[in-house]
């Protein structure tokens, strides 16, 4: 079955980094597009990142010029470096897979059980 683990979050000040991973198990990782989500206390889900199977990325507005993506097939691990962190990234990051973006509220097939990542001083 699928199975999506995130690790690396954690609180960090602002202006930091971080880097989050996400190992996956259970289905061909190189043949899918995966994706970057989160979501903020209140909020709905948010999708951040896109890399699809032809290595093409694309991300949000709110995180462009900051965050980038990227991802190991061999290791079936998908990565994201998050760099001049503000306190509004403040939120439960997930890796995901199966995912709608057209919406305001992002909704995912698959994901994993999310990292939480905190900017605050």
């Known amino acids: 079955q699928v199975q999506l683990v995130e690790s690396g979050g954690a609180l960090v000040q602002p202006g930091g980094s971080l880097r989050l991973s996400c190992a996956a198990s259970g289905f061909a990782f190189s043949q899918y597009w995966m994706y970057w989500v989160r979501q903020a206390p209140g909020k709905g889900l948010e999708w951040i990142s896109i890399?699809?199977?032809?290595?093409?990325?694309y991300f949000a507005d709110s995180v462009k010029g900051r965050f980038t993506v990227s991802r190991d097939n061999a290791k079936n691990t998908l990565y994201l470096q998050m760099n001049s962190l503000k306190p509004e990234d403040t939120a439960l990051y997930y890796c995901?897979?199966?995912?709608?973006?057209?919406?305001?509220?992002?909704?995912?097939?698959?994901r994993g059980q999310g990292t939480q990542v905190t900017v605050s001083s």
């Open positions: 995901a897979r199966d995912c709608d973006t057209r919406l305001t509220v992002t909704t995912c097939d698959y």
């Open positions: 890399s699809t199977s032809g290595r093409n990325i």
